[in-house]
C-alpha cells in the first residue's frame, strides 16, 4: 500500500507534462537578401562603436618586432621552401625551451603557409597572416612504423615544412633518411612536434593516428613564431633563413 501515492503522483505529473506540451509548425517563412558592397549607407553608430579598438588593434598589429635579410617565400622549385625551413626551424628552437626530447619537428603543410614575408620589417601582423590559427604544439611518440608513414606521407607530397630531418624523396617515397643528425630506424620509437591539427588528421596528413604518447607541451605555433622573430632582433640579428637541402629529389 505505500507504493501506490507514489504511482498515482508519478501519473498524474505525466499527464500534466503530456497536457501541457504544445505542438508548433512553421506556417509561413520570408526570405531576405542584403547586399554588403560599397552602396551600403555608412552607420556612423557602428563606426564610432569599434573604432576605439581598431585603432588600438592596427597599433598593435603593425608594430614592428624584427627583420629578414631576405624573403621569406613558400613558392620555390625544390622539396623544401626558405619560408618552411623559418617555420620550422623558429618551432623547434622555441619548444626545445620547454622540452628536449624532440627527434624532428612537422610544424605545418605546406597549404598551412598562409603567406610569404618580405624582405625588410616584420611586424606582428605578417606573422598572423602567416599562421592565422590557434593551432598547438604536440609532441607525438611514435613507433617506427607510423614514422615511416610520416616521412612517406612528406615524400608524397613533394616536400613539407621540417626540422631535425634530411631525406631524399624519389619515386614519391622517403629514402636516406637522417633523424637529429642519426640514421633513421624503424625498429626505434621518436618523438615528434607537429600542430594539433597535422596530428588530427588535417591535410590528409599520416602516420599519426595511433601515437605511443601524445602530449600539449603548452605553447601555440604563433606564438612560437612571434617569440623567435623577437628573440632574434633583441639579440641584433635578423631572419637569414636559406634553402639547406634538408629535403631533396631525384
Partial sequence: MSFKPRIYLLAISLLFLGSCSTKYALVKSNRAEYNINKDVAVDSSIIKLYLPYKTQLDVEMNTVIGHSAVTLAK???????????????????????????IDFVFPTTKGGLRNDIEKGP?????????????????????????????????????????????????????????????????????????????????DDSKGFSNPVSRKNIGLLVRDALLNEVKETEKSGKEINTKLDGRITKN
Avoid at 77 to 90: H, I, K, R
Avoid at 140 to 166: H, M
Wanted: no cysteine.
Fill in 122 to 202: 616584420i611586424t606582428v601582423a605578417a606573422v598572423f597572416e602567416l599562421m592565422p590559427f590557434e593551432n598547438q604544439l604536440v609532441l607525438i611518440e611514435l613507433k617506427g612504423s607510423d614514422v615511416l608513414n610520416v616521412l612517406n606521407f612528406i615524400a608524397g607530397t613533394d616536400g613539407q615544412p621540417v626540422a631535425r630531418l634530411k631525406m631524399n624523396i624519389k619515386d614519391r617515397k622517403a629514402e636516406q633518411v637522417i633523424i637529429n643528425g642519426k640514421p633513421f630506424d624503424v625498429n626505434k620509437n621518436y618523438f615528434v612536434l607537429t600542430s594539433d591539427y597535422i596530428a588530427n588528421g588535417g
Fill in 75 to 101: 613558392q620555390t622549385n625544390t622539396p623544401e621552401s626558405v619560408l618552411g625551413n623559418f617555420f620550422a626551424d623558429a618551432v623547434l628552437q622555441q619548444a626545445l625551451k620547454i622540452t628536449s626530447n
